[in-house]
């Protein structure tokens, strides 16, 4: 039993890399492909350029992907601040934005900004947006994720707009966020959303596509008959 569990852990981003699906959308810049990549990491592809969030490397190959035009990191967690995802995609005209924790945390090279604030890169806005618990603490009784250290983000292909959660539960900040046309939402206790919450936050944003990322476990067809009808859920 050891011996097959060693072989899992060491064919597991193999595994990873053939479930990866491209799925891509139009947008006013250009078209847009989408690409999860296992755990909470995400990749972009537009006009080009190649964008990542999270990059994990203990669920994904990133020898074999792209190199990094952008990445976004939501907070300092190892499984979203990876370096050895990092190192396999970086080079020296990567652009990286990011948390203060983040950069405090042994990346001076980013930029890190906080939630509300906004950058431009590239023609595409980035916007960052709180992620936090509202009810899931450690034992210790702190929140796993305290508000005002993540970030998720927003980002703007002029109209076309697609929001990455982080890890967060269904804050109140997401009524303001305005029209979503794609949306990432984590669902991984305790740390992020119960079944409930995840299917409030989609009712809030009411995104025209929704992704669920960051889980263990997913009911996606208990899940999929409680969502509004036109929201497509990938």
């Known amino acids: 039993m ?3 569990l060693i072989i899992l852990l060491l064919t597991l981003p193999l595994f990873a890399m053939a479930q990866l699906r491209d799925d891509i959308y139009s947008t006013p810049i250009g078209q847009l492909t989408v690409t999860q990549l296992n755990h909470s990491s995400i990749m ?6 190649v964008i990542y969030i999270d990059p994990y490397e203990r669920t994904t190959n990133f020898s074999d992907l792209p190199k990094a035009d952008l990445i ?5 967690h190892p499984d979203h601040f990876d370096k050895k995802a990092l190192d396999k ?3 020296d005209k990567t652009s990286i934005i990011t948390t203060a924790t983040v950069v405090a945390a042994g990346l001076p090279q980013a930029k890190a900004i906080k939630n ?10 980035i916007k960052a947006v709180p992620a936090y618990n509202l009810l899931h603490k450690r034992p210790d009784g702190n929140f796993y994720h305290p508000k ?4 998720g983000y927003i980002l703007s292909f002029k109209t076309f707009r697609v929001y990455i959660a982080g890890d967060t539960e269904n804050i109140p900040e ?14 991984n206790l305790p740390y992020t ?14 995104p025209k596509v929704l992704y669920p990322y960051h889980y263990s476990e997913l009911n996606r067809e208990a899940l999929s008959k409680l969502l509004p009808k036109d929201i497509e859920f990938k």
């Not at 509300?116 to 806005?125: C, K, R, V, Y």
């Not at 005002?148 to 970030?151: D, L, R, V």
């Not at 997401?174 to 984590?186: H, N, R, V, Y």
């Open 2 to 4: 050891k011996i097959k």
């Open 44 to 49: 972009l592809k537009i006009n080009g350029k």
């Open 72 to 76: 976004l990191i939501t907070h300092e």
């Open 89 to 91: 995609i970086t080079t």
């Open 116 to 125: 509300g604030d906004s950058q431009t890169w590239n023609t595409i806005e």
């Open 148 to 151: 005002g250290i993540g970030n």
């Open 174 to 187: 997401m009524a303001t966020f305005g029209k979503i046309d794609i949306a990432f939402l984590p669902k």
């Open 193 to 206: 959303m119960t079944d409930e919450q995840f299917i409030e936050a989609a009712k809030t944003l009411h």
